[in-house]
């Protein structure tokens, strides 16, 4: 099983930047998972913005976050980045990281294990 940590949420202004993070905790390793982000607005649903394969060879991402976020890893630190640039209001939302094995996909339902989320707002 692995355990998923996300840090560096907060409170933005609009246009500003801020990177995620998402650890490996316990010492488990994430480096042969690959990994998604995900966003999720109070009563919506769980929303794809973002996936890299273990070995960060492929990544994909959504069309609202496309040239904005770029997702990255470092595997000899188990952790995933997400670095978000030119943030707008409409970002604000908590965000959550997945692994999963068998090649990356924006389905929420095919990801196995999930970090506790990190809010991320975004003021106009």
């Known amino acids: 099983q692995v355990q998923l940590v996300e840090s560096g949420g907060g409170l933005v202004q609009a246009g500003g930047s801020l990177r995620l993070s998402c650890a490996a905790a316990?010492?488990?390793?994430?480096?042969?998972?690959?990994m998604g982000w995900f966003r999720q607005a109070p009563g919506k649903e769980r929303l794809f913005v973002a996936a890299i394969t273990w070995s960060g060879g492929s990544t994909l991402y959504a069309d609202s976050v496309k040239g904005r976020f770029t997702i990255s890893r470092d595997n000899a630190k188990n952790t995933v980045f997400l670095q978000m640039n030119s943030l707008k209001p409409e970002d604000t939302s908590a965000y959550y990281c997945a692994a999963r094995r068998g090649g990356v996909s924006i389905v929420a339902g095919a990801y196995d294990y999930w970090g506790q989320g990190i809010q991320v707002t975004v003021s106009s």
């Open positions: 316990s010492g488990r390793t994430s480096s042969s998972y690959d």
